[in-house]
C-alpha cells in the first residue's frame, strides 16, 4: 500500500532529560508535553545508595551530568533539564548555577535543573512565602529550606516522610495530608518537591482546596524546559500553566482554606469543579418568583410552547 501521501512523520521538537537512576516517573513527566515535542530521556548511572544528602551530591557530579549530556545529544534535543529536586539544590544557588554551566558546556544547548526552574517559576507568580512538602529526610528537607533562603524565598511551613527509597510509591492521599499540614500559616504558594514524587492529578485539587498556586518539581521543570524552546507545558486547572487556573481559585489567597477533602464533597480529590455534595449539604434552591417556597417545591413544570396554555408557536 502506497501511504506517501501521508506526508509523515510530521517534525518534533526535542527536550533532553537527565533523571537519577531510580527515576520512576516517566509516563508523568510525558503528560506536560504537547503532541508536537518528544522527550528524550538518560539516567545517571547506579550507585548503591539511597535517598540521602550523599546520594544527591552523587547523581549531581559534574562528570555524570557532561556525559549524560552528551550521550543525549546524539539525538539533538533544543534544550536539557536536569530533573532531579535534591541533587540540583545539594549545593546551593551557586552549585545549582555551577551544573546549569557543565551541561551546556558540554552539549553546547541551553540547559537546567529542576530547583532552577522552581526559583522562576516563584519569579512567575510573585511568591516570596513557600511551603515546602517533601517525602525526603529532614536532613535534605532542610537543604532545601536552605537553598529556597540563599534566593530570598521565605519557607513558611513544611511536611516531609522521611523516606529513602521507592518515594514513586507514595500514594495521592499522602501528598494532600501533607499539604494541609504545611500551609497553616498562609504563603503565597505550596511547593511538592521531588521529581520522584507522583503529582500531576493532585495540582488541581489542592489549589481548588488551598486556594493558592501548587508546584511541584516535575511540573516546574518540564514547564521551564518548554518555555526556553517557546513552547507551552500541558496542565488544565494548574496555575502555573493555565492562565484561567490563575485568575481562579489558586489566585485566591486572602481566602481561608476550603474544607477538608471528603468522599462526597465539593473539595474530594478529583473534583477540581467543586460540583456540590449530596443533596443533604447542599444550599437550599432559590424559590420560584411569585410562588411560596412550599408550593414551589411541588410546582408544575410549564407548558412547552406547542401546549394550547403555553407560548404561542413561533
Same mark, same amino acid.
Given at each position: ?16 532529560? !537527565? ?27 547506579? !550507585? ?20 549524560? &549530556?552528551? =550521550? ?9 533539564? +536536569? ?5 540540583? #539544590? ?36 510573585? &511568591? ?18 536552605? #537553598?529556597?533562603?540563599? =534566593? ?45 514524587? *507522583?503529582? +500531576? ?9 488551598? /486556594? ?9 521543570? !518540564?514547564?521551564?524546559?518548554?518555555? /526556553?524552546?517557546?513552547?507551552?507545558? &500541558?496542565?488544565? +486547572? ?24 471528603? *468522599? ?51
Amino acid at each position: 500500500m502506497d501511504v506517501s501521501f501521508l506526508g509523515g512523520p510530521h517534525p518534533q521538537r526535542g527536550v533532553g532529560v !537527565v533523571a537519577p537512576f531510580d527515576f520512576a516517573l516517566d509516563r508523568e513527566l510525558w503528560r506536560w508535553i504537547p503532541d508536537d515535542v518528544s522527550l528524550h530521556l538518560t539516567r545517571t548511572p547506579f !550507585v548503591p545508595v539511597e535517598v540521602s544528602l550523599d546520594l544527591a551530591r552523587l547523581v549531581s557530579e559534574h562528570e555524570t551530568l557532561r556525559e549524560a &549530556v552528551q =550521550a543525549l545529544c546524539a539525538v539533538a534535543p533544543e534544550v536539557v533539564a +536536569y530533573a532531579c529536586t535534591s541533587g540540583s #539544590f545539594v549545593g546551593g544557588t551557586v552549585g545549582e548555577r555551577s551544573m546549569c554551566a557543565a551541561m551546556e558546556l558540554s552539549g553546547e544547548v541551553p540547559s537546567l535543573t529542576t530547583s532552577g526552574a522552581l526559583l522562576d517559576a516563584l519569579e512567575e507568580l510573585g &511568591v516570596r512565602r513557600v511551603a515546602v512538602v517533601t517525602p525526603y529526610t529532614r536532613s535534605v528537607t532542610d537543604s532545601l529550606e536552605a #537553598f529556597l533562603g540563599e =534566593a530570598g524565598i521565605e519557607v513558611t511551613g513544611r511536611s516531609y516522610l522521611g523516606l529513602t527509597r521507592e518515594i514513586w510509591r507514595v500514594p495521592y492521599r499522602d501528598v494532600v495530608d501533607m499539604a494541609r499540614e504545611a500551609v497553616v500559616d498562609a504563603p503565597d504558594a505550596l511547593f511538592i518537591s521531588c521529581t520522584n514524587l *507522583p503529582t +500531576y492529578d493532585v495540582i488541581p485539587q489542592l489549589e481548588a482546596e488551598l /486556594r493558592m498556586p501548587v508546584l511541584s518539581a516535575n511540573q516546574v521543570t !518540564v514547564w521551564s524546559a518548554l518555555r /526556553r524552546i517557546g513552547k507551552d507545558a &500541558v496542565g488544565p +486547572y494548574q496555575a502555573l500553566l493555565d492562565p484561567v487556573a490563575r485568575r481562579g481559585p489558586a489566585s485566591m489567597s486572602s481566602l481561608p482554606p476550603g474544607p477538608p477533602v471528603h *468522599p462526597d464533597g465539593a473539595t474530594e480529590l478529583g473534583n477540581p469543579a467543586g460540583v456540590p455534595g449530596p443533596a443533604a449539604e447542599r444550599e437550599p434552591e432559590p424559590a420560584v418568583a411569585g410562588v411560596e417556597p412550599e408550593a414551589a417545591e411541588g410546582a408544575e413544570p410549564p407548558p412547552f410552547p406547542d401546549d394550547p396554555g403555553g407560548l404561542p408557536p413561533l
